[in-house]
Structure formats: C-alpha cells, structure tokens
C-alpha cells in the first residue's frame, strides 16, 4: 500500500532517518500502523537516494510506504516534471534539455498507451490533465 504525503523532499534528504513522519492509520482496517524500518528511494530533483519509512499495520498485517504527492510508484521524476517534458514533445517536436532523450521516450510511449487504454490508466490521465 502506498500513502501519499505532502513531504518536502529536501528536508527529507537533510534530516535522514530523523525526518519526522508522524502517525499514520491504516487505510483497510483504520488502526494506529507501527514503524516498519525504511526503503532507499530516488526522485528526479535529488542526486542521492532519500529513506523513505514503511509502517506496518498490526490489524490486517499490511505494509505501507509513504510516499511524496506529485509522484507515481516506480517513476523517480515529478508528474509534473512529465507534463511539462511532453508538453513541449507534443508542442515543439522537441525534447527538452536536461533529462535524457530515453527516459522522455519512455514517458511518451506510456502516455501513448495510457491514452488508448484510457479506462486501465484513469488515475495517471486525470493527474496530467489536473495539471493543464
């Protein structure tokens, strides 16, 4: 399970593992979750990998990982980091400076398919158009 947070990634990478996370209820079963250690993450804007903690739910056994607003799972850059570099694909025939032309690539092709399966990527379309 993922908990989305509004989190400041950059106090996150200066205060560590001493970053406050404060409490969390567990979404199924609505119990106090306890700590459950910590995973390394990376995102765009930060050169190393953040610790990012996991909580445990001693009702219903599931683990969770908070994770920032404004990210997908398994995509290191922004949401809006995507839209603007697709933005500009989509608007200029060019790919913006600074982020690799592979990874842009990749967005592309995801958009694309997102696109003609719209009803399966619902949650990722209405993030982008959220940002329009």
């Known amino acids: 399970m993922i908990l989305l947070r509004k989190i400041c990634l950059k106090e996150l990478s200066e205060q560590g593992r001493d970053f406050n996370w404060g409490k969390h209820d567990c979404e199924k079963c609505q119990r106090l979750m306890w700590g459950h250690g910590f995973v390394t993450r990376y995102f765009g804007e930060l050169e190393a990998a953040v610790f990012i ?20 799972p398994r995509i290191r850059s922004s949401i809006a980091t995507i839209f603007m570099t697709l933005r500009e694909r989509l608007g200029t025939g060019l790919w913006g400076l600074g982020i690799s032309r592979q990874r842009c690539g990749h967005w592309l092709r995801r958009f694309e398919k997102s696109s003609n399966r719209s009803e399966e990527h619902t949650s990722e379309l209405q993030s982008l158009r959220q940002l329009v």
């Not at 903690?53 to 997908?72: D, N, T």
Request: aromatic share 16%.
């Open 53 to 72: 903690k996991r909580f445990r739910c001693p009702g219903c056994h599931v683990v969770a990982i908070v994770r920032p607003e404004g990210y997908w």
